[in-house]
């Protein structure tokens, strides 16, 4: 494999285990919370504390200026050396070697500092599913788990929005568009494997 995998996904589609299964059995590195604590440490911040801007960020409340008592520079450009910080990680991580990234806008950055990824994008129509997955990994109440499923899509389409100006889930910004819940995680993976190595064998021609 000469590219890197990217895969965008809803919440509870089961992206980040579809990506495990991938980075399994192609032995690519794969690269999901550890960004964002890489990222922390070569700007000398927590990873809570990166994790709080990026919440600022999508929720809108960062550039409320009344509720930051007005306007430093310094603290408005905390998102954007943040953002950096990430792309700087990913961006390193794949010129060593082609990798699998878990969000975090890794194709458009991976894009503008011109190296080869596949950008999937995985959904879920098995609502059940991601009700589950979001009881089982986030410990939320089966009765509260539709509006925090809801939620997080919200977090991750205004983050993306915010730094790429693009539209979350919108396939025409993806090379491949997958539904686990009707396909389930290993042919999903298989799937995007292919079409990674298919690209490969494709730009070589």
């Known amino acids: 494999m000469n590219r890197s995998i990217v895969i965008n996904r809803e919440f509870g589609s089961g992206g980040r285990e579809i990506g495990r299964l991938i980075s399994e059995r192609t032995g690519m590195e794969l690269y999901d919370t550890r960004v964002l604590q890489e990222a922390a440490s070569k700007r000398g911040l927590a990873t809570d504390q990166l994790a709080s ?25 905390i998102p954007y050396r943040m953002y950096g910080a990430i792309a700087e990680v990913i961006t390193e991580a794949a010129r060593v070697a082609p990798a699998v990234f878990i969000g975090r ?9 011109e190296l080869p990824c596949l950008s999937s994008f995985v959904y879920s129509s098995d609502l059940a599913a991601k009700i589950a ?9 089966p009765k509260d788990a539709e509006k925090y499923i809801a939620k997080m899509d919200k977090v991750r389409s205004r983050y993306q929005q915010f730094f790429t100006n693009t539209r979350f889930g919108e396939c025409r910004h993806y090379d491949l568009c997958l539904n686990s819940g009707r396909l389930g995680y290993q042919r999903c993976a ?13 730009s070589e021609r």
């Open 53 to 77: 801007f990026d919440e600022r960020v999508v929720t809108g409340t960062y550039f409320d200026m009344s509720v930051l008592g007005g306007f430093d520079a310094e603290i408005y450009s």
């Open 133 to 141: 997955r979001a009881v089982e990994l986030d410990g939320v109440q």
């Open 105 to 113: 806008c890794a194709d458009w950055v991976l894009r503008n500092a």
């Open 190 to 202: 298989d799937l995007i494997v292919a079409a990674a190595a298919g690209a490969a064998s494709a």
